[in-house]
């Protein structure tokens, strides 16, 4: 089975400061990783994925995340942020393994709060 | 601009009553899925499906849910009696064929069942 873990409920940032939304995962082979957002009552976004290669990975709107193996972490980051990256942030897995199995399992989401 | 569209995108039905939500994937996607948002369980994987075929709705209650696709360009999610306890922001999200994982989801359909 696969799980994710996003620990954090809710993380404040003043606007300008780097952020960090933190998430571990669990997966039985080798993950895809990725980071979706979603703003008040809208569908999610996705943001950037990480299959295999270089461990930064870049995505949409200045965001990017670390896949880290030892510490099984996929950290999203953003060197300075805007108060329009407010939003609900969710880490999501697919196992590689799952014979087949498509569909993406989501952490429980962590709400980015950017203060002016 | 192509995008996934939910209908309806509001619903309040009482207890009991059938509800039926839709769903246009995205043209040339085979993939869809259906997830459901509640605050105490977060994002749920209710069911998929690829070229039409059902391939997992083990996520889903069988006794009163039911997923379909009749055809490509339209999935259904049915709920036949509905509980207050489906409550919940219903999204269908498709995918291209080879499938790495990137979802484009609707803007779901909010239920309130009463």
């Known amino acids: 089975a696969q799980s994710v873990a996003q620990p954090e409920d809710q993380v404040n940032v003043a606007e300008g400061n780097p952020l960090t939304v933190k998430c571990t995962y669990s997966?039985?082979?080798?993950?895809?990783l990725f980071w979706y957002v979603q703003y008040p009552n809208r569908g999610l976004q996705f943001l950037l994925k990480?299959?295999?290669?270089?461990?930064l990975v870049k995505g949409s709107y200045g965001f990017e995340a670390e896949f880290n193996k030892s510490q099984t972490s996929f950290h999203l980051k953003k060197p300075s942020a805007l108060v329009s990256d407010s939003a609900l942030y969710f880490c999501?897995?697919?196992?590689?393994?799952?014979?087949?199995?498509?569909?993406?399992?989501f952490g429980k989401g962590t709400h980015l709060i950017i203060q002016p | 601009d192509a995008r996934v569209t939910q209908t309806p995108r509001h619903k309040v039905t009482e207890m009991g009553q059938e509800v039926t939500m839709r769903c246009q994937p995205i043209l040339g996607h085979n993939t869809v899925f259906w997830y459901r948002q509640t605050m105490m369980q977060g994002l749920e994987l209710l069911a998929y499906?690829?070229?039409?075929?059902?391939?997992?709705d083990s996520g889903m209650p069988k006794d009163r849910f039911s997923a379909e696709m009749p055809d490509a360009t339209l999935a259904t999610l049915k709920i036949q009696p509905s509980e207050p306890r489906d409550s919940a922001v219903y999204f269908c999200a498709s995918a291209a064929g080879h499938n790495t994982g990137e979802l484009f989801f609707g803007e779901g359909s909010r239920l309130t069942v009463l």
């Open positions: 990480y299959i295999t290669g270089d461990n």
């Open positions: 999501a897995v697919r196992d590689l393994s799952g014979g087949g199995a498509d569909g993406l399992t």
């Open positions: 499906f690829r070229n039409r075929a059902p391939l997992d």
């Open positions: 997966v039985s082979g080798n993950p895809y």
